[in-house]
């Protein structure tokens, strides 16, 4: 009965609010977040590729810090998506408007640099 009460308290500190939504939005905002994860655990992989297969072509102090890019990048987007899961979760249990993703224009400066250097570094 005691952790029922506790598992509540838990809940309504980090969620808020004490309508539950509809089901379908709810189980639709854990498949987003899961699949942020996979984005981050996709870039987290490239680092480690980059590490491993190109560490004859490129010289350590170019590798290095496309590396460092990489693993910072699947880490804010982890963290990203995380916080994107709470604000809508809080929001669709307010019924306010859900909040716009950052992690969106994010990722695509990250892919942006990313596709800009290795132009630069094939031509």
């Not at 695509?108 to 132009?119: E, P, R, T």
């Amino acid at each position: 009965m005691r952790s029922s009460n506790s598992r509540r308290d838990v809940r309504s500190l980090l969620l808020g609010g004490d309508v539950e939504p509809d089901p379908r939005f709810t189980l639709a905002n854990e498949r987003t977040f899961l699949a942020w994860i996979r984005t981050a655990l996709a870039v987290v992989a490239a680092a480690v590729a980059t590490e491993t297969l190109m560490a004859e072509q490129w010289p350590s102090g170019v590798r290095q810090p496309v590396v460092v890019l990489l693993l910072l990048a699947g880490t804010a987007v982890s963290i990203g998506a995380a916080v994107r899961w709470l604000t809508v979760e809080r929001a669709l249990r307010r019924g306010r408007p859900l909040p716009l993703s950052p992690l969106v224009p994010m990722l695509a400066l990250v892919v942006l640099a990313g596709a800009g250097s290795f132009l630069v570094l094939m031509l």
